[in-house]
Nanobody, 122 residues
Framework: QVQLVESGGGLVQAGHSLRLTCIGSGGNMGIRPMAWFRQASGKDRELVARITWKGGGTHYGDFVRGRFTISRDNAKNTVYLQMNNLKPEDTAVYYC???????????????WGQGTQVTVSP
């Protein structure tokens, strides 16, 4: 059974950076599209970024505006989210998610991590 574990969240000041890491186990993440979602308190979950299983295609939420970068290292079963120029409105729980093997990145995500809290102070 595939499991995902996120790390790298924390408390930072506005303008600073964080890098989130998602490590998969129990399966080959290299054949699955991967994504980061986030959910702020009282709000719906939203897509932050997604990446194709081959790693050649990425897509970002409109609010990212060039500040975040998703990447993957299939040899390590790991996906990263580099977040720069963080803003207070980026405060949320960030979740890593995996799609089905060989699926398109725009499809459904079937496996989720427990989430990591990111808090950005003014």
């Amino acid at each position: 059974q595939v499991q995902l574990v996120e790390s790298g969240g924390g408390l930072v000041q506005a303008g600073h950076s964080l890098r989130l890491t998602c490590i998969g186990s129990g399966g080959n993440m290299g054949i699955r599209p991967m994504a980061w979602f986030r959910q702020a308190s009282g709000k719906d979950r939203e897509l932050v970024a997604r990446i194709t299983w081959k790693g050649g295609g990425t897509h970002y939420g409109d609010f990212v505006r060039g500040r975040f970068t998703i990447s993957r290292d299939n040899a390590k079963n790991t996906v990263y989210l580099q977040m720069n120029n963080l803003k207070p409105e980026d405060t949320a729980v960030y979740y890593c998610a995996a799609g089905s093997p060989y699926a398109v990145a725009s499809g459904s995500y079937v496996t989720w991590g427990q989430g990591t809290q990111v808090t950005v102070s003014p």
